[in-house]
Structure formats: structure tokens, C-alpha cells
């Protein structure tokens, strides 16, 4: 266990780069591993923490027991700062604050917006509170509460996903409540340009999910990651039919089955991985019917797209664990056609700081005399 190296060994980094995100969170730059469910764990979220950036653990596919022992994993491999990703309607998710305030962890994500009840007990405890909106609106009812941060997720972001543009989300929400929360930008990003524009728009830092998946700590299987980096920019597609909520993943035949079929048809496989996801994560079957309500107030939505909710994190399983592509969905952000390499996390987050330096440094050049952009667009 290290403090960990410099994320740009050997190079300055630029000070615009140590934003208050850095200081709320304890990490060195302004970078975020998002908490995604089958693919954020120990190795990767200990990677990156090592590399000076916030890695999120992703517990929302995971039993009590099975979180317990990732944060320790996590903290046998580092002594950084990391985080937790929560889901807000499972039946023991007091438990699981619990756990991460006794094992010491600094930040609670939440990618559905947690309860005022929620957020004032996690701050209470000393947790940083940083729920993921897709609207300038839920950033402004969650900020109401007190939370710390938001990522702010625009279209362009993998898996569950909104409608409007990143480019439009992000300085949006800055204005609405940057003034008293750290906002996070996050859809499309991918290297260090695009962090100096999350600056510029006033953000205070990029969250990045897709491109955290493609690297060497990631866990997904080779062959899948090889499929992912073979994927252009329109490989993608937004779909509801997978679970109900449009969702962005990679098309493929078993995607183009899906939005063909009628609920009717796909309520089979709902049915059987609601099932199964009972039996991967512990859950009992009242603790699933109190979700399933909670969603249907939530979200508006109707029993059978309930059920098909449970198609998400099964099918998500089948490519991202299992490997089988075939049988599974694979969600990604558009920037999946923008990358076609895997890196280290050491070696991203590097490249990423060195790349935003050089940008910054080029832009205050009298009369911003060079053009063009520096180092290489590979990340």
C-alpha cells in the first residue's frame, strides 16, 4: 500500500487542474472512475485511486458480504481516497452506509437519487454525497437536500441515459447550483481536451465510465473489450426494450431481436432473470416487490416494465462477466468509437493530465498563437 504516484509523473501539471473536487474528495485530479455494475471493482477502483483520481466501487450487483469484502480488497490495495456506488431502493441500503462509514470509505455515489433522509445521515457520518442526474432539474431538487456533488451524465453517456447533450447538461446544471455543489460532467469524455472543456463550462472535473472499462485493470473479458474497441461511433444505440428505461449499449443482433419483440415476448427472459438477479445478489423476494414499487413511484412505471427491469443487470452479466456477447448487452458510451487502445489506468490518467496541461498552456500563449492539438489523440 502507497500514497500513490504522481498521475503525471515527471510533468507540471497545470493548477487549473487541482479544482475544489480535488480537495472535497481527497484525490489529486479531477477525474472520476464511475461505478459500473460488474466492472468497477477492487483492481480497477484501487488502480485508480492509486493513479491520484476517485474510483467508485459499484455494489448494486453485489450481496452485504460480497461488499464487505470488495472494500477491504480495495483497501489492502491502496490507502487512497475511493468510493461506493449505491442503489437507493434496496432493503439494506442503512447497512451498507453503515459498513462504509465504519471501513472509512469517502464518498457515497448514488445513481438514483437518494432521500433527504439518506443524504443528511451520510453527511452526518462524514460521507461526500454524489448523485448522478441526467436534468437540470433533478440537480437542482438533489442540491436542495445538501448534497456535496453530481455528476451530471448528458446523452452521449453509457447504460441508463438521458436526452439531452452533454454540452448542454453540463453548463446548464453549473448555473443552476454550481455556485454551493461541485458538478461533475460526465457523457463523451475520454481525454484531456475534453476535460479543459468540463472546465471551461464551469464543471470541476470529468466522470468517465467507457473508457475506465478499456483498460488493462478492468475485469470484462478480452474478447469483449476487442468488440468493444472494433465499435464505431454510430455502433450505438439507445434502447427502452431492454429494461424498460433507454439504456445505451453497443447494437448488436440480439439488441436488433430485442427492439423488434413485443413485451409480450421478451416478459419470458424478464421473468427468469428477476430470478436470477434474486439469487445473485441476495436479494428476497419482498425485498424485490418494495423495489419494484418504489420504481413504479419513481420512475411512472407499469408492472410489466417493472419486471423487464431485471433484464438489465443479468443480461449485463452474460457479456461483461460471462463473456457471452451473444447473450448479453454491452453498454457503453458513444466515445467508445473514439478509443481504440488499453491503456493502464496509470498510464490513462497520465496521459489525460499531461494532455489538458499542454492545452491549457497552449491557450495562454499571447494571441493563442499555435493551433492545433497537442500529443496524441490515441487514449
Known sequence: MTDGPDPAE???????????????????????????????????VAATAEAGALGILASATMTFDQLEEAIDEVRDRTGRPFGVNLRTDVEDVERRVDLMIDRGVRVASFAQAPNPDLVARCREA?????????????????AGWGVDAVIAQGAEGGGHTGTVPTTLLAPSVVDAIGDRVAVVAAGGFFDGRGLVAALSY??????????????????????VKEQYLATPVTG????????????RVIRTELVDRLERAPWVARLPRALANAHAFRRETGATLPSLLKEGRA????????????????????????ALVDGRADAGVLPTGQV?????????????????????????ERLALPGNQRVGSPGSSRT
Open 126 to 142: 462524514g460521507l461526500v454525497v454524489m448523485p448522478t442526474v441526467g436534468a437540470r432539474r433533478h440537480a437542482e431538487k438533489v
Open 236 to 247: 450505438t444505440v439507445v434502447s427502452t426494450n431492454i429494461d424498460g428505461a433507454p439504456q
Open 202 to 223: 464551469g464543471a470541476q472535473g470529468i466522470a468517465m465510465g467507457t473508457r475506465f472499462l478499456l483498460t488493462r485493470e478492468s475485469r470484462v473479458p478480452d474478447a
Open 295 to 318: 420504481m413504479r413511484r419513481s420512475a411512472d412505471l407499469s408492472w410489466p416494465q417493472v419486471i423487464m427491469a431485471a433484464n438489465a443487470p443479468m443480461m449485463t452479466r452474460a
Open 10 to 44: 515527471g510533468s507540471t501539471i497545470h493548477p487549473a487542474l487541482h479544482t475544489p473536487f480535488c480537495d472535497l474528495v481527497g484525490v489529486d485530479v479531477p477525474i472520476v472512475q464511475t461505478g459500473m455494475g460488474w466492472v468497477a471493482g477492487p483492481r480497477l
Open 336 to 360: 467508445v468509437g473514439s478509443i481504440d487502445e488499453l491503456p493502464t489506468v496509470a498510464e490513462l490518467v497520465g496521459r489525460i493530465v499531461a494532455e489538458a496541461t499542454a492545452v491549457l
